[in-house]
């Protein structure tokens, strides 16, 4: 048995997996008064984010059940000792990765979140499934959050905060990224600029388009 796969983490999962799929319901609503290239244009925006994503704060947008159990199988396969997040909400996939630092003897993951009720909630699920000592949740935005006190070497990084900031994310840990690293880019066909640049030859990375809208990429050299 795994950590992932045993109590406390699984039925917790299972719960909030099914309790994410029944908030998608609310998120026409909340942008109802929006048309839809605004909506368009406020999903691409590198400034108003902030907006996009309070009036989701209430939604946990989670990965997928099969990304997140990949993101498990790749830190253990690796085993990862240090995880970077970006894009907590209410910590679905920060618990995925947690429970394989768990079963890969311990190491450091830092999440980052600006939505404080989020954050809160992030913390109960960790709290509840027996992994809140795993992680460091850092309060505020990412272009600042992260841009500071990392790791000197990063195995595995998890993108799934603002689309249009993949690649200034990026930028922030590059230089700490192991040979080797792994990097999971959750929804990147709506960050083309993320995918040109992974994609390009000589720019140091390997990359794929994986299943359900991810892109897994590999740091090389
Ligand atoms: C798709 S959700 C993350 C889902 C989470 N990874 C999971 O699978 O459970 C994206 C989250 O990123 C947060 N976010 C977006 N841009 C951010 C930024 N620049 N800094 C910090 N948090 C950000 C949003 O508030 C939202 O909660």
Redesign the pocket.
């Known amino acids: 048995m795994t950590t992932l796969t045993s109590a406390p983490l699984a039925p917790l999962l299972d719960r909030l997996f099914d309790e994410a799929a029944a908030s998608r319901a609310k998120i026409a609503p909340a942008f109802a008064d929006l048309s839809e290239a605004d909506q368009m244009r406020l999903m691409q925006s590198k400034t108003d984010?902030h907006e996009f994503?309070g009036r989701l704060k209430d939604v946990?947008?989670?990965?997928s059940r099969a990304t997140g159990t990949l993101l498990y199988m790749l830190a253990r396969r690796f085993g990862a000792r240090t995880i970077v997040?970006f894009?907590?909400?209410?910590?679905?996939?920060t618990l995925h990765l947690a429970a394989a630092l768990r079963d890969n003897g311990g190491g450091r993951l830092i999440t980052?979140?600006?939505?404080p009720s989020?954050i809160a909630r992030a913390r109960d699920h960790l709290t509840a499934g027996g992994l809140v000592d795993m992680v460091e949740i850092r309060q505020g935005?990412?272009?600042q959050t992260l841009s500071s006190d990392l790791p000197d070497t990063i195995d595995l990084v998890l993108l799934?905060?603002?689309k249009p900031?993949y690649p200034e994310i990026l930028s922030l840990l590059e230089s700490r990224l192991r040979p080797g690293a792994f990097i999971v880019a959750d929804n990147a066909d709506d960050s083309p600029d993320y995918l040109a640049r992974v994609r390009s030859p000589g720019t140091g990375y390997m990359s794929v388009p994986f299943a359900e809208d991810v892109e897994l990429s590999m740091r090389i050299g």
């Open positions: 984010y994503y946990p947008l989670p990965v997040e894009g907590t909400s209410f910590g679905i996939s980052t979140e600006f939505e989020k935005d990412a272009l799934d905060g603002a900031l």
